[in-house]
């Protein structure tokens, strides 16, 4: 029933991408939902190669600036959505952070998208297409606190991330487009969409059901 409610059509994310109002729209955008399920899905291609070639694994040094310590214990639509609850960023900006991650993939074939570093380098993209694409911006040390980081980490993940890409970040009107239209033809053929979708809502209830079971632990303790 879920999947049935959520289901995104080509022309929907267009009207969405082009005609999106703040005061209109109350909801989030959905474009969000699609990037969501094509980065869990490039990050399960690439854990099931990294299990099967060591090789695989992210080599580059100055890239693993983005991995974090520990796992955060949130999915990516979550953590899209909380980006979008906080900075209210355009449909565009998302398009253009897409953009940012293809080419920065590409800019270092050594870095491979895992959950330890997914959440670092979407705020981190979304941060710089914010600056790029919209007039008026949050300063860094906000986003930080969006993204649960701190300000100096921030500040050196967009610095890496600068560099690393060489600073190519214009993106013309021909390049916004194309994205565009892979986005939609991700939807247009399903793009595993509702299959990403379904996982994410397992793992969510799989995520709720341990801290129900850490909440007993702890309770039976406390009696």
Known sequence: MAASSLTISPRKLRSDLYSYSYQNDANTPLVISVLASLIERTMTRNERIAKNCKWALTKDFRSR???CHETPDMTIQSYLERIFRYTK???????????????????????RISA??????????????SKYVEDMNYRNSYF????????????????????????????????????????????????????????????????????????????????
Not at 191 to 208: D, F, N, P, V
């Open 65 to 67: 600036v983005f991995d």
């Open 89 to 111: 960023a355009g449909p565009s900006v998302y398009v253009v952070a897409y953009v940012y991650i293809d080419r920065f993939c590409q800019a270092n074939p050594g870095f």
């Open 116 to 129: 330890r570093n997914v959440h670092r380098l979407l705020i981190t993209t979304i941060m710089v297409a």
């Open 144 to 223: 930080a606190r969006v993204g649960g980081l701190k300000t100096n980490e921030l500040n050196n993940l967009e610095l890496e991330f600068l560099f690393l890409m060489g600073f190519k970040l214009h993106v013309n009107v021909c390049v916004f487009e194309s994205y565009c239209c892979h986005l939609e033809r991700e939807v247009s053929i399903g793009g595993g969409y509702h299959i990403e979708r379904t996982l994410r809502c397992a793992e969510e209830i799989k995520s709720r059901q341990i801290e129900e079971r850490r909440y007993n632990q702890i309770a039976r303790i406390m009696l």
